[in-house]
């Protein structure tokens, strides 16, 4: 059985603190990784993708990978009340012609004013 | 761009009832789309993968005489709600894959549709 972890949270942070959102994975042969953010009564929107060993940064967004220790995170630098949602962790699942993604349950994740 | 939208947005149906869904990606193609279930408070579950011209692939535990998918041209697939019931009421949301490579699966997601069956 393929995972995807993720702590439920939720995670509490101030304004304009750093939110950091982990994510650890059980299929060793992953290749790309994504990060989607979902606002309630909302459908999931994506806010960037990682394929390789390191940091990727998008604006206030860095994304996160280790492949050897299958693990992914999110770090969301001032953090504003607006990034209040829930934050899914996907990881690419290459079975045979059936390109699917694995889900983890989510980060709820808390912005205070 | 990457666009997908979904319609109708909210439908309310008696139970019995056929409901369809579409899923269109408006400035790509898409070869797969999938369809996804979510209950309130709850994850992502992966109905189907829709391929273009081929069956889907049901994910284990969904009926796909119940969930009909037709992917019929690369922008559109439906999704249609069998016989409805109260327990199929829930948040349908679609996606569209839009992949250069083997390795990515980047996928986009529609606004959902939330199904209300009563």
């Known amino acids: 059985q393929k995972e995807v972890e993720q702590n439920s949270g939720p995670l509490s942070v101030p304004e304009g603190a750093i939110a950091s959102l982990n994510c650890t994975y059980s299929d060793r042969g992953s290749q790309s990784f994504f990060w989607y953010r979902q606002y309630s009564g909302k459908s999931p929107e994506l806010i960037m993708f990682?394929?390789s060993n390191g940091d990727k940064e998008d604006g206030r967004f860095t994304a996160q990978l280790n492949k050897a220790s299958q693990y992914v995170s999110l770090l969301i630098r001032d953090s504003q009340p607006s990034d209040s949602a829930t934050y899914l962790c996907a990881v690419n699942l290459n079975a045979g012609n059936n390109r699917k993604l694995i889900w983890g349950l989510g980060t709820s994740l808390a912005v205070n004013p | 761009g990457a666009v997908v939208s979904q319609h109708p947005s909210w439908v309310i149906c008696k139970s019995g009832t056929s409901v369809k869904i579409e899923c269109r990606s408006l400035d790509f193609q898409a070869t797969t789309m999938f369809w996804y279930r979510q209950f309130p408070k709850k994850s992502l579950m992966l109905m189907a993968t829709s391929n273009e011209g081929s069956k889907a692939t049901y994910e284990q535990g969904v009926e796909k005489d119940k969930f009909l998918i037709n992917h019929a041209s690369l922008t559109l697939s439906t999704l249609t709600v069998t016989s409805a019931h109260p327990e199929d009421s829930s948040f349908y949301i679609c996606?569209?894959?839009?992949?250069?490579?083997?390795?990515?699966?980047?996928?986009?997601f529609g606004p959902g549709t939330r199904l209300t069956v009563l």
């Open positions: 996606s569209a894959r839009r992949g250069w490579t083997r390795s990515y699966n980047e996928q986009f």
């Open positions: 990682i394929y």
